[in-house]
């Protein structure tokens, strides 16, 4: 499988939008992409949006032009993100002021507001992707309010991707941030390395992350929280895939890679525990409800499954069902 198959598989990357990104400065065209009847409007408030359905038939509820009036009625509400062309019609976010606490009961009428890592669980992929991908843009706006060089305000542009600093002047532009934070997979013959920190839930385990330094590559990255982390030496890496992580705004790159030995030393205070697990005990883990994967929406996941279904036989997926396992919220960092 090449990596932009395998990278479709990660929660957040299918692309049920147009983006258009060719014409987010033509502001005449943004404007008439508002404008129209068909037009459909996601709220964002503290990571939350609005969503319709049951947990089985769950979908993003984007406001029509009634409801957009009547929520700007309600709400203070920041400037139009335009997100892209929908086959229903133009899809735009706006934030709702993170003061107004009593948001969900305003909005109640419209659905149910629903943050991110509950309903991109429930969601179709492609609605989870533009919900993502709304999250990312209004939170890193109001993160960014201010010019990091002159300190005047920031006012978006280009239907929102781009701040560009009020100073006189100044007018700094600032992009969106991702920030690249590395995810592997380590193996030493027929076994995957696993940690947990702390403040996990009870037994739940992960692969090694990790934020990408100034100064390295991904690959040295890679080696170095291995070994930070875990005191593992690393002496293979490869690329796997990487998914979008707006929590707040992460960009994870996924490696898988091969230990030279299996002593773990733990360096760093990062990992409480960690262990080397065989397919087998990781059965055993899962049945017995000693351990707990990390949710199938997260990258980490795919890794550890990657690698647990190249032996053949059940899937991790369907181990994981077949325990009767309940997927909670995924750890911070993966």
């Known amino acids: 499988m090449d990596h932009l198959r395998r990278s479709l598989l990660n929660c957040y990357t299918m692309q049920g939008l147009d983006r258009k990104a060719e014409l987010r400065s033509n502001t005449d065209w943004i ?18 949006t609005l969503v319709s359905g049951t947990k089985d038939d769950r979908r993003i509820a984007p406001l029509d032009t009634a409801g957009l009036e009547e929520m700007q009625s309600r709400c203070r509400v920041g400037k139009p993100i ?61 993160r960014h309010r201010f010019c990091p060089a002159c300190g005047s305000t920031n006012e978006p542009v280009d239907a929102g991707h781009v701040l560009k600093c ?24 027929d076994r995957i390395l696993l940690g947990r920190q702390a403040v996990w839930a009870p037994h739940q385990y992960s692969v090694v992350a990790g934020f990408v330094e100034p100064g390295e590559s991904l690959e040295q990255a890679v080696v170095r929280e291995v070994e930070e982390e875990a005191g593992v030496p690393v002496v293979e890496v490869h690329y796997q895939s990487s998914q979008p992580w707006p929590f707040p ?59 647990f279904n190249d032996a053949g036989g059940d899937t991790l997926l369907e181990v994981t069902e077949r325990a009767g396992y309940e997927w909670t919220p995924p750890p911070r960092s993966s």
């Open 31 to 48: 404007a008439e992409q508002f404008g129209r009847s068909d037009v459909g409007v996601m709220p964002i408030w503290r990571g939350h």
């Open 82 to 142: 335009f997100l892209g062309l929908h086959p229903d019609g133009p899809r735009f976010a706006l934030t709702v002021d993170g003061e107004t606490a009593d948001a969900p009961d305003l909005l109640a009428p419209f659905g149910e507001m629903m943050d991110l890592r509950t309903a991109g669980r429930e969601l179709h992929p492609a609605e989870a992707s533009v919900f993502a991908h709304a999250k990312a843009l209004s939170e890193w706006q109001d």
């Open 166 to 189: 009020s100073g006189e002047g100044c007018g700094r532009s600032q992009f969106p941030r991702m920030d690249p934070a590395i995810i592997v997979r380590v193996v030493f013959e």
């Open 249 to 307: 705004g992460n960009i994870m790159l996924g490696f898988a890679a091969v230990a030279s030995d299996d002593q773990i030393s733990l360096n760093d205070n990062e990992l409480e525990h960690a262990r080397w697990y065989t397919r087998e005990e990781i059965v055993t883990g899962l049945n017995e409800r000693s351990l707990r994967v990390p949710p199938n929406i997260s990258i980490s996941f795919r890794l550890i499954e990657h690698w």
